[in-house]
T-cell receptor, first 114, second 110 residues
Framework: DTEVTQTPKHLVMGMTNKKSLKCEQH?????MYWYKQKAKKPPELMFV???????INESVPSRFSPECPNSSLLNLHLHALQPEDSALYLC?????????????FGEGSRLTVL | DAKTTQPPSMDCAEGRAANLPCNHS???????VYWYRQIHSQGPQYIIH???NNETNEMASLIITEDRKSSTLILPHATLRDTAVYYC???????????FGTGTKLQVIP
């Protein structure tokens, strides 16, 4: 299994809602990542988890709250978002945190904030 | 991280080789060159990476100049499915962050 699975594929939420994005991998990878991608822009790194601990936070607003319950699962909890947070949210994993190999990406969760 | 410069867009005829250039003139000795691509509305896909030597896999070839200040990704026989944005990334081997630049939008034309 060489897949990173993201759910839901599409999410529409209001500014007062609380929702979560989920990412799962069963490749035994020990690093997991969240990226945000606005239309026609490159992906931007948000968070990195290494061995289930948050190792990088790229100054992301607190309305985005990541969680790594175990080595296979990564969540992104969303609360009080703004319309400008509408974007494609990409999850990725790699074999080790400090590694010369590749990142495996999921297909993304497309979020619309009304 | 070293900065990369890529042309914003390129066209390639189907069946011909696509040669995508990348300039990374400030690259350091411990930094690798990576290539990813992103087909519309999908997650990025790893293609290939290298440090000094040229590399080849089932998807593409990577040619790195001797001074390592530039590289070229070669898709030997481009197909319509190769239409995508191609990202050249430079990253130290022992570094977690993978930072994407603006990339090259490759259009393969029938």
């Amino acid at each position: 299994d060489t897949e990173v699975t993201q759910t839901p594929k599409h999410l529409v939420m209001g500014m007062t809602n609380k929702k979560s994005l989920k990412c799962e991998q069963h490749m035994g990878h020990r690093a997991m990542y969240w990226y945000k991608q606005k239309a026609k822009k490159p992906p931007e790194l948000m968070f990195v988890y290494s061995y289930e601990k948050l190792s990088i936070n790229e100054s992301v607003p607190s309305r985005f709250s990541p969680e790594c319950p175990n080595s296979s699962l990564l969540n992104l909890h969303l609360h009080a978002l703004q319309p400008e947070d509408s974007a494609l949210y990409l999850c990725a994993s790699s074999q080790e945190p400090v590694y010369t190999g590749e990142l495996f990406f999921g297909e993304g969760s497309r979020l619309t904030v009304l | 991280d070293a900065k990369t410069t890529q042309p914003p867009s390129m066209d390639c005829a189907e069946g011909r080789a696509a040669n995508l250039p990348c300039n990374h003139s400030t690259i350091s000795g411990n930094e690798y060159v990576y290539w990813y691509r992103q087909i519309h509305s999908q997650g990025p896909q790893y293609i290939i990476h290298g440090l000094k030597n040229n590399e080849t896999n089932e998807m593409a070839s990577l040619i790195i100049t001797e001074d390592r200040k530039s590289s070229t990704l070669i898709l030997p026989h481009a197909t319509l499915r190769d239409t995508a944005v191609y990202y050249c990334i430079v990253k130290p081997g022992g570094y977690q962050k993978v930072t994407f630049g603006t990339g090259t939008k490759l259009q393969v034309i029938p």
